[in-house]
């Protein structure tokens, strides 16, 4: 960790009390971050030298009321924008910058900086998310991670002290890029009590060690990077007994938001930034129902980020959660837009199979659909050497237009690999339709 284990767990501190914040204080809480930071951005940082006015009143003080006439603005823009997002110089008090790139995943990565202070807060919010979940702090964790090509099998590399309850803890971390083969050969040997990885790659791991008649070595799994399935989570914790923990973040923005022990929602991390929702439809904010997530993080002062659209979505629920914390709650994760498919009628939705789902139709070990028009789907697959089982067209069919919409036409196509992207993820849906 780069940050001081003391100023992290005082923040931690600070977090047990504002989780259970009512919404007005929690709003003024919020205020008093977002305020120094609106200053900042409109005199230190070019991009925002005159995108903020909207926001200032004559004497210099915030107009709340005019927050929504500020633009949005996404990773694209972020990358045309280049070194104009980068502060000239920022309070001290923030500490040293630090510079890193996304994942790649959508295509150019984006350049970032961001502060000791932001990493402060992304430490507090992973033991917060460890100590909600209960997690054994003292047992090893395992990260197969994007290490842009570092740590390679067969033994991969010592880890950074993973939590601040018990710094001591072992670590380990294993390249993505690295084969599930020996993905699964080097956590067998490691041993590890917990797993930090995309949840493809707990499927992938879990399917492996079926096929080989053993049992994976961990008992939780620690999901990140990938939306976190509905179908994956009940084969991973029904299938292999784990403990599943679906941690939301992203490499720019830090911590945004993880799963309630309590149930199915994820809360909110209200204290890190400012999180919006956007109807699809009229723009407008909604704390009910699905729509594009619009984020603006409080302490990183190096690259302000400032009404942020990652092209995430997801759907929120005005429901309180069951575990009495007031942090407002996100029903579920939806994915990236080109994640979500759209059909001739207007309607959408957000596929979620696992591959046993297609088992009665393909002899398929890996499969990916692509959506190439409203109506036509392609689905690839990979065979799967030891079936004798033969292609059902019609049959797949048949499943997929229950499972997705009437409407759609399928066309299978074998192939001898789906590759994982850059940066290790594997998209088992996307859409070419925009």
């Known amino acids: 960790m780069s940050v001081s284990l003391e100023a992290s767990r005082k923040f931690v501190t600070v977090l047990e009390k504002t989780q259970y914040y009512p919404p007005d204080r929690m709003q003024a809480y919020q205020r008093r971050l977002l305020q120094p930071l609106l200053h900042h951005a409109r005199r230190e940082v070019p991009f925002y030298a005159t995108r903020l006015d909207p926001l200032f009143a004559p004497d210099q003080s915030i107009r709340w009321e005019a927050w929504n006439d500020i633009p949005t603005f996404t990773r694209a823009d972020a990358q045309q924008a280049g070194d104009a997002l980068f502060a000239k110089s920022y309070p001290e008090q923030m500490g040293p910058f630090s510079e890193g790139q996304t994942s790649g995943s959508t295509g150019t990565p984006l350049k970032f900086r961001t502060t000791g202070m932001a990493q402060l807060m992304a430490t507090a919010a992973s033991q917060r998310i460890f100590d909600w979940h209960a997690v054994d702090c003292s047992a090893k964790m395992a990260i197969i991670a994007d290490s842009r090509g570092r740590y390679p099998a067969p033994d991969g590399a010592p880890g950074r002290q993973w939590n601040i309850t018990k710094p001591e803890a072992p670590a380990c971390q294993l390249s993505v890029t690295e084969t599930i083969e020996n993905q699964l050969e080097w956590i067998l040997k490691t041993r590890p009590g917990a797993v930090t990885s995309y949840p493809s790659i707990a499927v992938a791991l879990g399917e492996l060690a079926e096929q080989r008649g053993i049992a994976l070595p961990f008992h939780t799994f620690v999901g990140q990077g990938e939306v976190f399935s509905d179908a994956a989570k009940t084969y991973l914790a029904g299938t292999h007994g784990l403990k599943l923990i679906d ?136 065979r799967d050497e030891a079936s004798s089982q033969q292609v059902d067209q019609p049959g797949l069919q048949t499943y997929l237009r229950t499972r997705l919409h009437p409407s759609i036409t399928i066309d299978i196509f074998e192939t001898p690999e789906i590759p994982r992207s850059a940066s290790g993820k594997y998209e088992q849906w996307i859409t070419l339709v925009r």
């Open 247 to 382: 941690r939301y973040g992203a490499s720019e923005l830090g911590a945004i938001a993880a799963q309630c022990p309590a149930g199915s929602l994820h809360h909110q991390f209200c204290e890190a930034g400012l999180m919006e929702v956007l109807d699809f439809d009229d723009g407008k904010s909604i704390t009910d129902g699905r729509g594009r997530l619009i984020l603006t993080p409080f302490y990183n002062y190096a690259m302000p980020l400032i009404r942020y659209e990652n092209q995430d979505q997801v759907e929120l629920t005005s429901q309180a959660c069951i575990c009495g914390r007031t942090l407002p709650s996100i029903q579920q994760i939806l994915g990236r837009e080109r994640n979500v498919f759209t059909y001739a009628d207007g309607s959408r939705s957000w596929p979620s199979m696992l591959e046993g789902e297609y088992q009665p139709f393909l002899p398929s070990r890996q499969i990916q659909g692509i959506q190439k028009s409203l109506r036509d789907v392609e689905i690839r697959f990979v």
